[in-house]
Every structure is written in C-alpha cells, then in structure tokens.
C-alpha cells in the first residue's frame, strides 16, 4: 500500500467530525474486529470526534470486544434512525468488496465522504478512497494504516481494547493463523498486538473454537447430510429453513462447517449452502491448493480470495450445487 494513500486517509479522518464505520452483511470476526479497531483507534486519538459502528446482527460470542454492545440494534432501526439523521461527514466501509455486500450501503450513500479499506482482490473500488491491501484481513490492513500515521516509522502503540478488536479480526480471517493468507507480516502484526495484553487464549478459544450446544448440533447435521463428488475431492452440505426451525437456529450459528469440511482428508473444494429465504441460497466454498474459488464466486455475483468465496444463488440449493460443481470440475 502506497504511504501517500495511508496519509490521505488520516486527512480524511482529520476534517471530518462526525464519522462512520461499517462493514458487510453477517458481519464475521474480521468485520466486527476491524470496525471496533479502528473505532478504539480514532476514539482515543480524536476524543472531539463523534464516531459511530454500523453492524448488522453477529455471533454472541463476539461481544466480548470492549465497546461493542452500544452498536447491537436491530438494522432496520439503524437504518432508520440513520435516514431521518444528519449525513455523515466520512463514512468508513470496511472488509467489504462491494456496495451490495455493505449492510448499510444507504447510509454510506448519503455521506459526504466515502472511505473503503479491504482485503478482496475483487474489490470493485466504490469508495471515493479506496484502500485495498493484500494483507491476511482488514484487521491487519487497519493495523497498518494507524502505524502508517507515523512518517518517522516508529510504531505507534494501540489501546488494548483496539488490540483485541483487530487481533480477533485476525484470528478469524487465518483460521488460528493457518491458511495461506497468514504472512509473516501478519505474525509480526499479531505480535504487536500481543504485546498491547491482548489475552490471546481467550480470544481465541471464547470466539473462534467455542460453540454452542446449538451450533454444535447444526455442525452435527450438517456433516452428517455431507456429500462426495469427484472421487471425493469435493464435498457439499446445506443447512435448510428446516434446519434452523429444528434446532432454534440462526445463520450466526454457521460458522466453522466449511473449514470442517474442507480438512476431510482427500478433499479439495469444500462448498457449504444455506436457505436465506426460500428458494435462495448463500454458498460458502473453500479450497485447500488447486481451485481458484473466487473467480467461481464471482461468475455468480459473489467474490472473495483464491481460497475462500461466496456468492448467493436463486434457485434450488441442488440447481445451484450443480452450478458451482460444474465450474469446479473445469479447475479439478
Ligand atoms: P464466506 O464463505 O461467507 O465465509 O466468505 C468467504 C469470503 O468470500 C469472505 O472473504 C467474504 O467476504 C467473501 N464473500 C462471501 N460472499 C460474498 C459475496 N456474495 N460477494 C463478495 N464476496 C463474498
Ligand atoms: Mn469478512
Ligand atoms: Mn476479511
């Protein structure tokens, strides 16, 4: 990332006085732990400023963040209070590759000024400013835009409660620091982070290992619907309306399936669907080392990295199974 984008962006934060932060729609660890970041971040350097969160609905586990329960409302009196208020002088879209994807495109609409910092490489660039990094998350990307604010290069040292927000980001995005996104850029970051007092175990055991009884059994489900194709070097399994009636669910109770499917041995491309209304589904696919997702996720809307992508398709889930496992079979 160029210094001179990194520089322009604290001036955007400098004029404005009131600012936004949002990411995309089921907001995941990345999203939820970038926004609180840099919400610590500007708080704390900027104390005049009236900064505020959007985010849609997000696993429990992640109020654990310092400061994030005041942003837990329901969207649709978000979006509400948002349109009968003042514009926002700079709205701050974070991890989300584009306006369809952002929960509160509306409101970052109506700003003044538009910001985006991502981690996509099919980011389509709809910001006015657009930050887009090749770092493991945006958590790590947020990290190097605070230490970015310093031109003489000595680290600039966050608050322990941004040190969390973006170490989460991080964990989540690199899976405990295992997929391929991890750098040892991302290891250094983490470690900076580390030295802040995050409690490390706890992040990670409290929001990205521990699961409910609930979403155990819909894990459990889940696997047990799982199905091979290509001799086994793809699986795929959905979670229905059904499902979620069943087990008093909801699509914050997802996470992990894909990952679980994708380390079954002699497994390539793992692709996990479930119903958001009827005749709609979201597609999650994962890839260990050949298959390029993105580009798949991308022919249907969707997008994300080489080796996660999603994208939400109309149509039965086998219709839209068939779909991806035709594209699939072309890279296999
Ligand atoms: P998911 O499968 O939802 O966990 O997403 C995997 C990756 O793909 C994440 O980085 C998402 O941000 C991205 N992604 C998922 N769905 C979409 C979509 N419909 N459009 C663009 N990117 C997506
Ligand atoms: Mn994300
Ligand atoms: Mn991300």
Request: aromatic share 10%; with cysteine; proline share 2%.
């Given at each position: 990332?160029?210094?001179?984008?990194?520089?322009?962006f604290?001036?955007?934060?400098?004029?404005?006085k009131?600012i936004?932060?949002?990411?995309?729609?089921?907001?995941?660890?990345?999203?939820?732990?970038?926004?609180?970041?840099l919400?610590?971040?500007?708080?704390?350097?900027f104390?005049?400023?009236?900064?505020?969160?959007?985010?849609?609905?997000?696993?429990?586990?992640?109020?654990?963040l310092?400061?994030?329960?005041?942003?837990?409302?329901?969207?649709?009196?978000?979006?509400?209070?948002?349109?009968e208020?003042?514009?926002?002088?700079?709205?701050?879209?974070?991890?989300?590759?584009?306006?369809?994807?952002?929960e509160?495109?509306?409101?970052?609409?109506?700003a003044?000024r538009?910001?985006?910092?991502?981690?996509?490489?099919t980011?389509?660039?709809?910001?006015?400013?657009?930050?887009?990094?090749?770092?493991?998350?945006?958590?790590?990307?947020?990290?190097?835009?605070?230490?970015?604010?310093?031109?003489?290069?000595?680290?600039?040292?966050?608050?322990?409660?941004?040190?969390?927000?973006?170490?989460?980001?991080?964990?989540?995005?690199?899976?405990?620091?295992?997929?391929s996104?991890?750098?040892?850029h991302?290891?250094?970051?983490?470690?900076?982070?580390?030295?802040?007092?995050?409690?490390?175990?706890?992040?990670?055991?409290?929001?990205?290992?521990?699961?409910?009884?609930v979403?155990?059994?819909?894990?459990?489900?889940?696997?047990?619907?799982?199905?091979?194709?290509e001799?086994?070097?793809?699986i795929?399994?959905?979670v229905?309306?059904?499902?979620?009636?069943?087990?008093?669910?909801?699509?914050?109770?997802?996470?992990?399936?894909?990952?679980?499917?994708?380390?079954?041995?002699?497994?390539?491309?793992?692709?996990?669907?479930?119903?958001?209304?009827?005749?709609?589904?979201?597609?999650?696919?994962?890839?260990?080392?050949?298959?390029?997702?993105?580009?798949?996720?991308?022919?249907?809307?969707?997008?994300?990295?080489?080796?996660?992508?999603?994208?939400?398709?109309?149509?039965?889930?086998?219709?839209?199974?068939?779909?991806?496992?035709?594209?699939?079979?072309?890279?296999?």
């Amino acid at each position: 990332m160029e210094k001179s984008k990194i520089v322009s962006f604290w001036k955007e934060i400098e004029q404005a006085k009131r600012i936004a932060i949002g990411g995309h729609i089921r907001p995941d660890g990345d999203c939820v732990g970038s926004c609180m970041g840099l919400y610590h971040y500007i708080r704390e350097q900027f104390p005049e400023k009236q900064v505020q969160v959007y985010l849609g609905e997000f696993p429990d586990s992640f109020r654990l963040l310092e400061g994030v329960e005041q942003f837990i409302k329901p969207v649709k009196q978000q979006m509400e209070e948002a349109e009968e208020g003042q514009a926002w002088d700079l709205f701050v879209a974070l991890d989300s590759s584009n306006l369809e994807r952002l929960e509160f495109a509306p409101v970052f609409q109506k700003a003044v000024r538009t910001v985006c910092i991502d981690h996509h490489i099919t980011n389509e660039g709809y910001a006015m400013m657009n930050l887009v990094f090749t770092s493991s998350s945006t958590a790590e990307a947020i990290y190097d835009v605070i230490q970015g604010r310093n031109e003489k290069g000595e680290e600039r040292p966050v608050s322990k409660a941004a040190a969390e927000a973006l170490y989460m980001g991080i964990v989540h995005d690199t899976g405990v620091f295992k997929h391929s996104c991890t750098t040892r850029h991302t290891m250094e970051v983490a470690g900076a982070l580390m030295e802040r007092g995050v409690d490390t175990s706890r992040m990670i055991d409290d929001t990205f290992y521990r699961k409910s009884y609930v979403q155990n059994q819909i894990l459990g489900q889940a696997l047990l619907n799982s199905v091979l194709w290509e001799q086994g070097s793809v699986i795929s399994t959905a979670v229905f309306a059904t499902d979620f009636e069943k087990y008093h669910a909801g699509k914050t109770d997802l996470d992990g399936i894909v990952d679980q499917l994708r380390i079954t041995r002699g497994v390539e491309v793992a692709v996990f669907a479930y119903e958001t209304e009827e005749d709609s589904f979201k597609f999650s696919m994962r890839s260990n080392s050949k298959v390029d997702v993105s580009t798949i996720a991308m022919q249907f809307g969707g997008g994300g990295h080489v080796r996660a992508a999603g994208c939400t398709i109309s149509g039965t889930y086998e219709k839209g199974l068939q779909q991806l496992l035709e594209e699939i079979r072309k890279q296999l």
